[in-house]
């Protein structure tokens, strides 16, 4: 009995030390490997100096009173088209700051006749410096935009005429798309507002409160 218990506890033994050697003959199975999820990088740079060209539409309104309260208020709309310039940086990968300056050329006459006068209002260019904000979806760029502007004013009646250069505010807002790392094109639409700005015709008095409204497709390059 003794002998048959050693014999057992010998085989027990025996199995027991050749188990890990006969799982080490055993194919092992490779742990798995995960590839790191690559992180979304934006495919433009909106830092930069750039120029364009743009051309549009204006809507004028010349709100005009004489000195005998007359009303003479008129509008007049037109072609508008010109330059511009300007820088961004990019702050974040989503915002965009900036400054840009422009000139445009406009077609915006018109006469109004009341109480035997004939008055004539023109604005022959217009001028913006604004500070622009945006938020960029890689390619695309949502903004809005204001500062000063510039126009010339003019009217004419009773054989005179007289002209100013007027000084108001600007607001607009706009979207641009990068066609290129370097080419892109925008739409905006930009309001002006110059007050009332005086003027005298041969004795007569007027008063012209003048505001402009511009929808602009531009083209521009970035250096």
């Not at 509008?75 to 965009?96: C, E, H, I, R, S």
């Not at 018109?110 to 390619?139: C, H, M, P, V």
């Not at 809005?144 to 005179?160: K, M, Q, R, Y």
Request: net charge negative; aromatic share 10%.
């Amino acid at each position: 009995m003794k002998r048959l218990a050693l014999a057992g506890l010998a085989m027990t033994t025996a199995t027991a030390g050749a188990v890990p050697a006969l799982a080490a003959d055993l194919p092992q199975a490779p742990a798995p490997v995960y590839e790191a999820v690559p992180t979304t990088q934006q495919s433009i740079d909106w830092t930069g100096l750039y120029v364009g060209g743009n051309l549009g539409w204006a809507f004028g309104n010349f709100d005009n009173k004489t000195n005998g309260s007359a009303s003479l208020s008129t509008d007049a709309n037109g072609v508008t088209g010109g330059l511009y310039t300007g820088y961004n940086f990019q702050v974040t990968p989503n915002v965009v700051l900036g400054a840009e300056a422009d000139f445009s050329l406009s077609d915006l006459t018109q006469t109004r006749t009341n109480g035997g006068l004939s008055l004539e209002s023109k604005s022959d260019w217009n001028s913006n410096i604004r500070a622009r904000i945006g938020y960029s979806f890689d390619r695309y760029l949502v903004y809005g935009a204001g500062g000063l502007a510039l126009a010339d004013l003019e009217v004419s009646a009773n054989g005179d005429r007289d002209s100013k250069t007027a000084l108001g505010w600007t607001v607009g807002a706009g979207g641009e798309a990068a066609i290129t790392n370097n080419l892109s094109a925008r739409l905006e639409y930009v309001y002006q507002d110059f007050g009332s700005q005086d003027f005298n015709l041969n004795g007569t008095g007027v008063s012209s409160d003048f505001s402009n409204s511009q929808i602009r497709f531009g083209l521009g390059y970035k250096f």
